[in-house]
């Protein structure tokens, strides 16, 4: 009677988890999404947010890219945003800082604010 209560419990586990792998099998662009914008406020302590993004293994192009503070006031704006990178430079020797290749922004609109 236990065997068969344990095994049951097992796969249950491994359904759920062939559910998660799946779940985020078809929507890890959105799940990236997520985590670029959870980066952005945890790092850089800004709200980011973006209409259209295409993220693949090196390359990642963003369009209407709106960066705010945390009290809403503008910081940037950017029609279109593309940012070149190699994964394996953010490992421990490599050859560039943050693995980044190359950014590059159209019609980037800056905003800076200075208070007394």
Request: hydrophobic share 45%.
């Amino acid at each position: 009677m236990k065997g068969t209560h344990k095994r049951r419990w097992r796969l249950a586990a491994a359904l759920a988890f062939c559910c998660l792998v799946l779940v985020g099998w078809w929507q890890w662009q959105s799940l990236i999404r997520v985590a670029i914008v959870a980066a952005a406020q945890t790092f850089a302590h800004v709200n980011l947010s973006f209409g259209r993004a295409q993220i693949g293994g090196d390359r990642a192009v963003f369009d209407n890219v709106r960066v705010t503070s945390f009290r809403n006031e503008p910081i940037a704006r950017i029609s279109h945003l593309e940012i070149a990178y190699d994964l394996r430079d953010l490992l421990p020797g490599g050859h560039r800082l943050y693995g980044l290749k190359s950014v590059e922004a159209d019609t980037p609109d800056v905003t800076i604010v200075r208070r007394a």
